[in-house]
């Protein structure tokens, strides 16, 4: 069936570095990717996204990138700072019918330390 | 800004027992979904639901699950007879479109 693996599980980094996340997608008909942080106790919030015609999409100091033909994707965090501290899921969505659903990965814990 | 808003924040039931989860999504979105989310573990889709019907549903979404919008704002996720395995974060989400869905703030169910 349909499978997101991501990695890493845990990364921790320093207040300034950047921070890389990244997810594989089993299903070649996945067209939407989009990535999800969640705090503690809170919702997922969906922070940026990215569609299959699209190699790469930038918002402030995050990024995301994607290689169809390697069902990669990957989120790219610059200039880290403590609030980034969340685990961030990345997903792969198929359009099905008239709805598409959201296929996750198994989360990354992000800390970063002042 | 307007947010998906779910109720109630936690439930705790006893196994056998009946219970609904209520959500009310964004205002102009015209897809719903659930999800669930073992503590510690990922987001699980359980069910679409577009135009008054279930679009696609999980494997999880056995015959115990049943969703319902029984008016033009409320959408529920009723389970008939819980079981100590639902125990979860159940998460509804709705988008305007499909794709970029927004998340409510959960309802933590505890069955014992």
């Known amino acids: 069936g349909e499978n997101v693996e991501q990695h890493p599980s845990t990364l921790s980094v320093q207040e300034g570095d950047s921070a890389v996340i990244k997810c594989t997608y089993s299903?070649?008909?996945?067209?939407?990717f989009p990535w999800y942080k969640q705090e503690l106790g809170k919702r997922p919030q969906l922070i940026i996204d990215?569609?299959?015609?699209?190699g790469e999409k930038k918002d402030q100091r995050i990024a995301v990138t994607l290689n169809k033909t390697a069902k990669h994707f990957s989120l790219h965090i610059t200039e880290t700072q403590p609030e980034d501290s969340a685990v961030y899921f990345c997903?792969?969505?198929?359009?099905?019918?008239?709805?598409?659903?959201?296929?996750f990965g198994t989360g990354t814990r992000l800390q970063v330390f002042p | 800004e307007p947010e998906v808003t779910q109720t109630p924040s936690h439930q705790v039931t006893q196994m056998g027992q009946e219970v609904i989860l209520r959500c009310v999504p964004i205002s102009n979105h015209l897809y719903f979904y659930w999800y669930r989310q073992i503590l510690g573990q990922k987001v699980e889709f359980l069910v679409s639901?577009?135009?008054?019907?279930?679009?696609?549903k999980s494997e999880i979404f056995d015959d115990q699950f049943s969703v319902e919008r029984p008016d033009g704002s409320n959408f529920t996720l009723k389970i008939r007879s819980t079981k100590l395995e639902d125990s979860a974060m159940y998460f509804c989400a709705s988008s305007e479109i499909y794709y970029e869905q927004y998340f409510g703030p959960g309802t933590r169910l505890t069955v014992t």
């Open positions: 299903d070649s008909a996945s067209n939407y």
């Open positions: 990215i569609r299959s015609n699209v």
């Open positions: 639901f577009y135009n008054n019907e279930i679009s696609e």
């Open positions: 997903a792969a969505s198929t359009l099905s019918g008239n709805t598409d659903k959201l296929i």
